[in-house]
């Protein structure tokens, strides 16, 4: 692998705003990086889509910000990271790639100490059944239960974070996992990057003896880690943020000033044609 040039900022992917989450904790990690976020709001959701439609797409995707400059791509999006690491890889191989997923499984293996683990994700990540090879990858003993929560994506890109509608697609997808006719789960992995943004109700729903685990922290750590490991950490610290979307500048701004806490204006969202 090629040294990528150190000046460069970090490329960031996902299939929409949900990503954002993993954005926002890689910047308060690292600070002085430019991040440069690409939210491919015209082709969402990716949690209904084929494989092998996910993999095109992160490729045509990521292809845009290695277009415009990137030293690393981080994949915040869990479907594309339980589909498309290998496509992505193998297109870009001076650049590395890293995903969501395997971080979240680190997280929730550390908050559970007998292996109790529940995960909420989309369709094409349960049926992928990735958390539960990166769980099992390990600790082999682990007990995973899977639950598909495709109606939180919309709840999430609509900015509907707390009610009655929210509370009962929460608990209508928490309860089978919590009723399992075993102990219940330990940790709970928010395994889509939208669901954050829930996190409140889920953990409302879950009980308070659930840990509620997202990947976007230790994502970030990982970040920092590859970083240091190969000698890119930004030589003049900046922190730019440049934010890019396929469609609807004025939406994507409303929903992501939701998920940062902070205004961001359409202005600020350049809409790009992959």
Known sequence: MTRPNPALPIGIFDSGIGGLSVLDAIAARLPGEDLLYLGDT?????????????????????????????KMLV???????????????AAFPDIQVIG?????????????????????????????????????ALRGDADVR????????????????????????????????????RPKPEALVLGCTHF??????????????????????????AVAQALTDQGIDAPTPSGKVHFMATDSAPRFARVATIFLDRPIEPGDVEIVDL
Do not use: M
């Not at 997923?101 to 094409?124: D, M, N, Q």
């Not at 954050?196 to 750590?221: C, F, M, W, Y």
């Open 42 to 70: 015209a082709r969402l959701p990716y949690g209904t889509k084929s494989p092998e439609t996910v993999a095109r797409y992160a490729v045509q995707a990521a292809q845009h910000l290695v277009d415009r400059g990137v």
């Open 146 to 181: 899977q639950q598909a929560c495709s109606v939180f994506v919309a709840l999430a890109e609509e900015g509907w974070i707390e009610g009655e509608v929210v509370e009962s697609a929460a608990r209508r997808y928490i309860e089978p996992i919590l009723n399992h006719g």
């Open 196 to 221: 954050p943004l829930l996190r409140p109700t889920i953990a409302k729903i879950a009980g308070p003896d659930i840990a509620i685990v997202d990947s976007a922290s230790t994502t970030a750590e």
């Open 100 to 136: 969501v997923i395997e971080p979240g499984a680190a997280a929730a293996v550390a908050a559970a100490p007998e292996g109790r683990i529940g995960v909420l994700a989309t369709e094409s990540t349960v049926s992928a059944n990735a958390y539960q090879k990166a769980i099992n």
């Open 75 to 89: 994949i915040a999006c869990n479907t594309a990271s339980a589909h498309a690491i290998p496509a992505l890889s």
